[in-house]
């Protein structure tokens, strides 16, 4: 084997013995255990040194042994990383399949250390009897297992198996937060992040265990803030501070936050609500960390976003002030941007030079020019901050506004993903809309080629994330284009126009031009599409129309009653959710949807959704349940008004909306 073969192998030894080596803590659970195994293996470093710096080659045996030992040292890192970083409560819970892969990991090491040809390696005597030192300590410490912490595992044990509306002795929760050192805002958030990284291990389909062991966090949560109320202070963003009485008075029963008031990633109360692209809501500050770290899914649904844009939840935040007052909560602040706002750039002279050329061929009047400019400039906005805010000082935004109205397609297209990829940058977004690119964008969008048509949509979703913006765009004509991208597109171009009008029909002023331009006869359609991809999307912009007079209305005209049913009967936790929402509105003050919803069979799915959905979903289905059974205890009246009433009730027209007012 060559030079290099060998030194590729031996270095790639030294970097995973690094990489172990720079793992600092582990869990109280498995310390002992992994810190064992990270010190033996440190000791390695000296032979793989050793073997790189030797001028003989290796034969082939010995690479192949070496290779099966650096198979089995990935294995060590991978464990001892989630031994540092992962779930303590997963760690306890599941110790004996920790165990069992520690044990199996370190005969897999044992039989990789002893399967190497040491004779024929140019190592030294001292560097020889280390080694033989640490395969030594394997030999002995197969089969050997550390006597847990038999009061922690018990108490986590029956704590994960005690339904959610049992009481649970607050001496049980004590010790465990101690044990787990779950005491500081800090360590409940890193806790958590650990079990989301679970649920991303598993494809966004976490096992019950997982779900289980997150509604156990909630648990623990919620004692430790009620020990100590002003826990929050501590954090950065230094909300849900308890009022002075109550923080004085600590026998008093703290108020606990609702779950839909709570952040899905930190468990805590959101000061700073945000809407991602699947309709989730998240505290900017946890999303943005999300987002940061390189993930491209939401947490919570697991589904892929297709904007990382952030859209303000408005409506939560007002609600959460609200319920903050009526329980001596001191409400959340309404925060600034949580990104550093850029007004110059750090683009070197020569970057800038290049933008300033690129601007040049753009006003040059050559056709050819400007789409090349327009194509490098897409580019350039695409890479980085800086260079979004040094193209928008430069002065390109206008000039790419005109080019929106070109004739030729790919200048225009290069001209839109431009501007797409500029508004990424906050300070862009007024700038582009001051410059009156929305019309343009619209036009794009109605006339533009099937790529463009679906930038324009992503562009037209990122610009209104500033409130203001919606009302802009709404009046400017861009709702009926959307509404026929959503039908006709692509499947991206269909994701991005479904994007576009969810936030857009958040202002209650967009939702009748919505209904008005058909949006509901497409979204009905996308629930029922044999492939399904767009059932998500669909019943999340239902959920928001379905409120309007016109939505519903039209919805009932629809016939959305039976695919509406067969969601919550078979649908995902989140669609079943959605669906109840729109079923709830549907219902409301008519009772004919209501009976053909029980005729069809709902109470039972109804029934198991109040129980095991999510938090609004039971809700949701609760006071559908509310309403029929007291649709069902209604007076009974002489049999033939009975069914002459009832064979009303199921023949009847729904509401005519001649009279709608779009509010």
């Excluded at 225009?412 to 343009?440: D, F, M, P, W, Y």
């Excluded at 597109?489 to 209650?508: E, V």
């Excluded at 999340?540 to 519903?552: D, Q, V």
């Amino acid at each position: 084997m060559g030079e290099e073969e060998k030194g590729e192998v031996s270095n790639k030894l030294i970097e995973i013995v690094n990489e172990i080596s720079s793992i600092s803590e582990f869990r109280n659970s498995v310390k002992k255990q992994y810190c064992n195994l990270a010190r033996r293996l440190k000791l390695l470093t000296p032979m793989f040194e050793e073997i790189r710096d030797s001028k003989d080659k290796l034969s082939a045996d010995c690479i192949k042994s070496l290779i099966c030992l650096k198979n089995a040292l990935e294995c060590a890192k991978e464990l001892l990383k989630f031994g540092s970083e992962g779930s303590k409560i997963y760690l306890v819970l599941e110790r004996e399949h920790i165990m069992n892969k520690f044990q199996e990991l370190t005969s897999q090491l044992e039989q990789a250390l002893s399967g190497i040809y040491y004779e024929k390696l140019e190592i030294s005597d001292e560097v020889k009897e280390q080694v033989e030192l640490v395969l030594s300590q394997f030999r002995r410490a197969k089969g050997r297992v550390e006597t847990p912490d038999v009061e922690l595992h018990e108490d986590l044990q029956s704590l994960y198996n005690r339904s959610n509306d049992a009481a649970v002795d607050q001496a049980v929760l004590r010790r465990l937060v101690d044990k787990l050192q779950l005491t500081e805002l800090d360590d409940l958030k890193q806790e958590s992040l650990a079990l989301h990284e679970m649920v991303i291990a598993t494809d966004g389909d976490p096992e019950e265990r997982i779900e289980k062991m997150s509604m156990l966090l909630k648990k623990i949560k919620d004692f430790v803030q009620t020990e100590n109320p002003n826990i929050d202070s501590y954090a950065r963003d230094k909300s849900s501070t308890v009022s002075g009485q109550a923080s004085a008075d600590r026998s008093q029963k703290v108020t606990v936050i609702p779950d839909d008031f709570r952040c899905p990633i930190a468990l805590e109360l959101m000061r700073d609500p945000v809407i991602v692209s699947t309709g989730q809501t998240y505290e900017r500050s946890c999303i943005e960390k999300w987002l940061e770290a390189g993930h491209s899914t939401c947490p919570k649904t697991q589904q892929a976003l297709t904007s990382k844009s952030l859209t303000p939840n408005y409506v939560l935040r007002s609600v959460i002030a609200q319920w903050c007052e009526a329980n001596g909560i001191e409400p959340p602040k309404r925060p600034g941007s949580s990104q550093p706002n850029k007004s110059a750039s750090a683009c070197t002279p020569a970057e800038h030079s290049k933008i300033e050329n690129l601007l040049r061929k753009l006003k040059s009047g050559s056709p050819e020019e400007a789409r090349s400019a327009a194509c490098e400039i897409r580019l350039l906005a695409k890479r980085n901050t800086d260079n979004r805010v040094a193209i928008a000082e430069a002065g390109a935004i206008p000039l790419l506004v005109h080019l929106l109205s070109t004739p030729d397609s790919r200048t225009q297209e290069h001209a839109v993903t431009a501007l797409l990829n500029l508004s990424i940058c906050e300070n862009n977004k007024g700038n582009i809309v001051n410059s009156g690119a929305v019309r343009g964008i619209v036009h794009v969008l109605k006339n533009g080629s099937m790529e463009a048509r679906e930038n324009a949509a992503a562009t037209l979703f990122s610009l209104s994330v500033i409130d203001e913006n919606k009302v802009t765009i709404g009046s400017s004509g861009a709702i009926p284009p959307l509404v026929a991208l959503l039908s006709e597109g692509t499947q991206r171009g269909r994701k991005d126009a479904a994007t576009a009008l969810f936030n857009l029909c958040i202002y209650q002023g967009n939702k009748g031009k919505a209904i008005r331009a058909g949006v509901i006869p497409t979204l009905m359609r996308l629930l029922t599409e044999p492939q399904g991809g767009m059932v998500d999307e669909a019943l999340a912009i239902l959920a928001i129309l379905s409120s309007h007079p016109e939505g519903k209305a039209v919805l009932g005209a629809a016939e959305a009653v039976p695919v509406l049913v067969d969601v919550i009967s078979n649908g995902s936790p989140r669609n079943k959710e959605n669906a109840s929402a729109i079923l709830v509105h549907l219902c409301s003050g008519d009772q004919h949807h209501l009976v053909e919803a029980h005729r069809l069979g709902l109470t039972g799915p109804l029934m198991d959704l109040a129980q095991n959905g999510t938090e609004r979903g039971r809700r949701k289905a609760t006071q559908l349940l509310e309403r029929m059974n007291r649709f069902a205890e209604q007076p009974k009246q002489p049999q033939a008004q009975t069914e002459s009433q009832t064979h009303n009730q199921l023949s009847r027209s729904p509401p005519s909306s001649t009279n709608a007012i779009d509010s």
